[in-house]
């Protein structure tokens, strides 16, 4: 079995984690990439083996993590030039005391970013092609106003509501210690404060990173999802500042969701601006 050692990156869709991934893999120590199918395996294995299943009493724990770890392991296996492995799945945030059993010493990196933010991402990528309904809103049809698409993504079970829910899940759970959030502004205004940041966090030696030639695209995947562009990385790391497509009330109905840039109560490990104190009146 290979000596991989692996990282995870998780947090909200819209938030920086395939140009954190575009970042990681310049160094050539490294394997990152955009979403794995790995999540999905993990998820798939579980249910033939859990409860219910016709082969749960044929397997126990152990051979369980056998099964995950070998699956990893296996994968990544043409990957034996590189010796740390970032697998980046929005589930993994609320997998994570399977990734503390299965992989002691991995980390978790969290992709986050002011949900108004988010939609106003999602929003333009869906605006920006009238011809195309995309899987963006999984099975839901309610797509017909800017209201109902936003409400449809912030579900428990939908794109931005899912992965909203397992970084709470993870900010305030009892392996919290293990996770880092990293704020999408920042690491876009300042790469080059965030990432050794990054990597004190991983326990690596840093790497010179070349913040003007980050390039990272997968169109065939993007064209079947409806969304061209949609993991598309600029060479140069940057920061637009720009008017929100939303409505007000919709754009200070989804701020209020931004929970990470107050760290009380919790034991993760965060990136990001500090609060703007409020203004006594």
């Given at each position: ?8 990156i998780?947090g909200l869709?819209?938030s920086?984690s395939t140009?954190?991934?575009?970042i990681?893999?310049q160094?050539p120590?490294?394997q990152?990439g955009?979403?794995?199918p ?16 016709e082969?749960a009493?044929?397997v ?5 993590k056998?099964?995950l ?8 296996q ?7 492995i970032?697998?980046t ?5 609320a997998?994570m ?9 991995a980390k ?12 106003d991402?999602?929003e ?9 309904y995309?899987?963006l809103f999984?099975g839901?049809?309610g ?7 936003l ?6 079970e939908?794109?931005?509501?899912f992965a909203?829910?397992a970084?709470r899940?993870?900010?305030y ?8 959030v990293v ?17 004190s ?8 990173h070349d ?8 169109p065939?995947?993007?064209l079947?999802l ?5 993991h ?6 940057s ?8 409505p007000p009330?919709?754009?200070e ?7 990470w840039t107050?760290?009380s109560?919790?034991?993760a ?5 500090k ?7």
């Open positions: 079995m290979s000596a991989h050692r692996f990282h995870f998780s869709p819209r920086g140009l954190l991934s575009a990681l893999r160094n120590r490294f990152a955009m979403s794995s790995v999540g999905g395996f993990v998820s798939s294995l579980l249910a033939q083996v859990s409860a219910g299943s082969f009493a044929q126990d724990n152990t051979q369980r056998n099964l770890t070998g699956l990893f392991h296996s994968y990544y043409g990957e034996q030039d590189k010796e740390v970032f697998d799945n929005r589930l993994w945030c997998r005391p399977l990734l503390q059993d299965l992989f002691p010493e978790v990196i969290a992709c986050a970013r002011n949900v108004a933010w988010v939609m991402s999602i333009r990528k869906y605006r920006s092609n009238p011809y195309e995309t899987k999984g839901n049809p797509r017909s106003t800017v209201y109902q698409r409400e449809s993504l912030a579900q428990h939908q794109l931005v509501g909203w829910a970084l899940e993870a900010f759970g009892e392996h919290a210690s293990r996770l880092l704020d999408y502004d920042l690491l876009a205004q300042a790469p080059e404060k965030v990432m050794p940041l990054v990597y966090f991983l326990g690596e030696p840093y790497f010179e913040f003007e030639h980050v390039e990272y695209d997968a065939d995947f993007d079947q409806g969304v061209p562009g949609l598309r990385v600029r060479p140069k790391v920061f637009s500042e720009r008017r929100s497509v939303l009330d919709l754009f109905k989804y701020s209020q969701l931004t929970f107050d760290p109560g919790s034991a490990n965060v990136i990001a601006p609060p703007k104190a409020k203004e006594i009146e």
